[in-house]
């Protein structure tokens, strides 16, 4: 099992910034991907961006440029800094967790945590 406890979300205005953070424990492989989705009320959940264990990034066209992944790979954390937030930005973020050993494991989730752009 791993949990997986977020934190860092609110309420911005519109060309704000905002730092998420996730920090993962339990039975966690040393060869992973850590990222971030998020889902906004009457949308599909969708991919914000993900880090590899090696700090191999991977980002949707909606965040490049103006968010960035980063992890302390000692202490299994990861955090999203968001620049630059637009109302359409306004989603619950979560964060996910896989383990790449052995292969063909389920990822895990976080509870979400909310953010909130206004215009």
């Known amino acids: 099992q791993v949990q997986l406890v977020e934190s860092g979300g609110g309420l911005v205005q519109a060309g704000g910034s905002l730092r998420l953070s996730c920090a993962a424990s339990?039975?966690?492989?040393?060869?992973?991907?850590m990222g971030w989705y998020r889902q906004a009320p009457g949308k599909q959940r969708e991919l914000v961006g993900t880090i590899s264990s090696l700090h191999s990034t991977n980002y949707a066209a909606s965040a490049k440029g103006r968010f960035t992944i980063s992890r302390d790979g000692a202490k299994n954390t990861i955090y999203l800094q968001m620049n630059s937030l637009k109302p359409e930005d306004t989603a619950v973020y979560y964060c996910y967790f896989l383990n790449l050993r052995p292969p063909g494991l389920a990822p895990y989730w976080g509870q979400g945590t909310q953010v909130t752009v206004s215009s």
């Open positions: 339990g039975t966690t492989s040393s060869t992973n991907v």
